[in-house]
């Protein structure tokens, strides 16, 4: 049982109800995660927002689901890593890929080294190093690109923290957590 009411969309009003319609307009349902954020029209304004803008961003779909199932994984968001397993199979991710985006991997350098660098914002909570930003720049990131990911990553540290606090219900099929090694 989730911490908050889960507002409806028939019953709710003004701009809870805007963003409820578009949301129910991208995902054809409105998604637990976003009834529950809509107890606060400002959070939920927030977050349908960074989605909006994210997905108009130079990292693209299939990468921004990557980054958002490994940082799920990484602080144990069951919710975020049904709902961005299944995003990803969308976005054209196979079960493969998205099983080692959360673990933080790929087979694809460039894209692995960006996947560490999101986990590595997560397990030190922003603290990073110059040479931490250089060593990604390194695998051809860009600096839109690594602003970018740190925008993604904090995005998905509020969906999990909604999710894992408020104890959302999952709607999306569930996703085994991988225990880091």
């Excluded at 199979?89 to 080294?113: E, F, I, V």
């Excluded at 839109?144 to 995005?155: D, K, S």
């Excluded at 969906?159 to 085994?176: E, G, Q, R, W």
């Amino acid at each position: 049982m989730p911490n908050v009411p889960l507002i409806d969309r028939e019953t709710a009003t003004g701009s809870v109800k805007e963003h409820l319609d578009q949301i129910t307009s991208a995902f054809g349902t409105v998604p637990a995660m976003f009834k529950a954020v809509a107890n606060s029209p400002a959070a939920l304004a927030s977050m349908w927002g960074s989605f909006g803008a994210f997905g108009g961003g130079t990292l693209g779909a299939a990468l921004g689901e990557q980054i958002a199932v490994a940082v799920a994984n990484r602080n144990s968001c069951e919710y975020c890593l049904a709902a961005h397993t299944a995003l990803g199979k969308k976005a054209g991710l196979s079960r493969d890929t998205l099983a080692a985006a959360q673990d933080g991997q790929s087979d694809d350098p460039k894209t692995a080294a960006l996947l560490d660098f999101a986990l590595k914002l997560v397990n030190d909570r922003g603290q990073l190093s110059a040479a931490d930003v250089q060593a990604v720049r390194e695998q051809g990131w860009n600096d839109e690109q690594i602003v970018e990911t740190i925008g993604q990553v904090a995005l998905n540290l509020f969906t999990n923290y909604v999710n894992i606090a408020l104890d959302v219900p999952i709607d999306f099929p569930n996703v085994p957590l991988r225990r880091a090694s």
